[in-house]
Structures are given as C-alpha cells and as structure tokens.
C-alpha cells in the first residue's frame, strides 16, 4: 500500500548564443505500509483480543530538490556542468494494530491507524549535494571524445521518536574525484566503436531495514560509523554497434571492480525484525558480454533479441564481527545468474497491435557458499490491443501466459551463508497467469 505524489518545475534559459541552462525543481511526498498478520504478538482485550495483530512497518518520504546547469559552446567543444541539491526526510515506524477476536477483516491490506503498540518510531534525514562538470570534444567528424568530474557529499542522520533503544547521529559518503572518459569513433555513419571508464560512489542508506543505522541500537551504530566506507566502483566497457535501415547490434564487453562491499550480518531471527552489524567485507569482480539486436524483417513486424553474459564473484572471504571466516572467495555472487536472455517478437500496423516477449534467467543462489541454488526459468508474456478512431485505444497483457511455477524474488528477507537444504524463508514464487484489461482515451 502506498500513495505518491510528484510534481516538478523546468526552467530553460539562454544567456547568449553559447551559453544555455535550466534549472528544476521537484518535490515526492509518498506514504506507504507494508503489512503482515503476526501471531506472536496478540491484539490487546482493548483493541479486539484477537490471538494474532497485524504488524505494519510505515514509511513516509519527503524529497525535495533541485537541478541546475550550464552547457556552454567553444567551437568543438561543449563544456557542461551543474549542481544538485537533495534534502530527504524518511521517517520509518513499526506498529501492531489490532484486530477484532473472530472477525475477519474484509480488507487487510489498508492504512491502519491508532496502534495498541509502537515498537519503534525513526526519522531520518539526508542531504546530498553533487558537483560535476565536463568536456565533449568532437575532434574530427568521426572522432568524439569526452571526459568530467563530479564530487559527492552524502549526510544522513537519525532521530528516535520512541524506541526501546534509542539511536542518534550521523554518518557522511564524501568523495570529491568521480571521474569518466569515453571515446566514439564513427567509421561510416553505421559502423561505431565505442570505450568508456567511470568511477563512482553509492551513498549509505538511511533506513531501520538496511545500511549504518538498522544497527537498530545507539552502541551498535557507534561502533561502526567511523569505521565503515561508502561502497565504489571502478567500471570499463567497450563495444561496437551498427545501426543499418532495418538491422539495428550491439556487442559490448565490460569488467567492474566493486570494491568497499558492506554486508549486514544478521544477529536475530528474520521474523522479530533483524538486528544487523554492518561491515566492508571486500570487493567483487564482475566480466561480462552484452549482445542486443533488432530486426524488422517484414512490414509492421520485427523482432529483438537480447544476451547477456555474466561472470560475478566474491574477491574476499568474509570474517563476520566475532564470528568465524566464511570462504566466499571465488563463489559466484547471489542472486545473480551467469546469462540472461530475452527475445520480443512484435506486430503494429496503425491501429492493431501485439507483442510477445520471452525471458530466460539461468541458475542463481541465495548462499555466500552456494549450495542452495534456485534452476533457471522461462517465462512468456503476451500483450495486445487496437487503436480506434477518436483517440480510444484498448489493451490487453497477460503475463505468465503459460501459467508457470517458479521463483520470482529471491533475497526478500536476506541472504544466508549456507542453506543445503532449502529451508531458509526468503524466496517468492511468481504470481500465476494474469490478465490485464485496460481502456485509455487520448485528448
């Protein structure tokens, strides 16, 4: 259940005839919860005496900010650069509410209100302000070539409103040398090559459920804020691409070092809410192929084809705080499947149109040591739909055409170190076939 609210202002000037701009501003108001019938916790005489409650975790963000750049003309170059500015309020809380003893509610999923018990209530607040600036430079007509810099300053903090261990403070992701350089060249107007390299950091999440704070006690955060670094990644990519009249490829190579990997190992049972210590653990290494197509082989019909290779591993084993080495060095990343594959096969005339679409994930893990694994899957989707006259258009999609069973989300309630028989509860199978109706009126 949630509610979102977004709304934005642009602004384009020129300032000469080089000199070009535009600033926004935005604001997302979003209100959200995610519930569950819980047993271990039952409903108060007062508020229903029902043997089970519902357990809600709340969420409400408040993001406000602003855009703004500059692109500036010299000849073959374009010199661009800008600014942005983030403030983000989250506040976060778990409730029980009740639920009448014999009665079943006719709508579980609802915001609930007037909690029998507040487990914990957070507030967190992070400001980011990012600075960049670049040059494109077309050096000749087949030879183009860029290179920038951006900086970033990450703050978050955390406010307890009622807990039984109350958590306060703040922790920064700083790095002020993001850079990126790329090259295209042009052979023939079909023909590109193409390399790059990019550097860049992800801030730390400010959240109870994951990252620094969901320590979820003040001497927990206090021990690893000034020791934790922001994760980063080192990524180079080169590729070549055609773009002919009906044929359009792609092939790319990639290799990405990820290094500063924080990893949250859990101190408590996944179902009274985990209690995390959250330490750099290493890095990663992923290579990797991509190859894309697309063909219109007939008129109104083509058909797109994708591939992609994947090869990530751990770099390091991975000592837990006061616990034992796990020797993940060498295993294959969770989670992640080594090829993955689609192919959309689609018709459009003007007025009647449809698509059908296949995707195919190899086998993956959900263990550092990878001895629970999950078989790889094929799913189909199929859509349709007819634009009449007037602006009336209708559709429909049906996904999971074939009505097949496999698992859709893996790593919902974490990862574990080592599951060989399979009883560990953080997979979700795919919904069955589902059909989809919808009517859209353009004026």
Known sequence: MRRDLLAYERLDYHIGSRLSGSSTGYIHLDHGIGTWADPYDPTSEAYGGSPVSVSALRYDVNRKGVISRLSFEAGNHTIEGGVWYEHNR???????????????PPNFQQFYSDPFVTNWHYVFDTDTVQLDIGDTWQATDSLRLNAGVKGVVSTSSARTITANKPMDGSIKAQN??????????????????????????????ASASSGPFSSSSQAGFDYI????????TNTFEGGYRFHGRDVQFSLTGYYVKFTNRLLAS????????????????????SRGVEAAANWKFAPNWSVYGSWAYNDASYDDDVQPLGGAIVPTKGKQVVASPKNVGNVDLDYDDGHLWGQVSA?????????????????????????????????????????NLFDKRYIASTGTAGFVTSDPGGTYTTLQPAAPRQVFGTVRLHF
């Open 90 to 104: 989250f506040e976060q809380a778990s409730h029980l509410y009740g639920l009448e003893e014999g009665v079943t």
């Open 176 to 205: 002020w040398f993001l850079p990126t350089v790329g090259v295209l060249y042009d052979l023939d107007g079909q023909h590109e090559l193409f390399a790059d390299y990019t550097r860049n950091m992800a801030a730390f999440v």
């Open 225 to 232: 804020r000034d020791d934790l670094k922001p994760e980063m």
């Open 266 to 285: 859990s101190i408590s049972a996944t179902i009274v809410g985990n209690q995390n210590v959250l330490q750099n653990v290493g890095s990663v290494t």
């Open 359 to 399: 995707h195919y994930r190899s086998a993956r893990y959900y263990s550092y040591l990878n001895d629970a694994k999950l078989p790889g899957a094929i799913n189909v989707n199929a859509s349709a739909g007819y634009r009449f006259a007037g602006g009336i258009e209708v559709q429909v999609n049906v996904n």
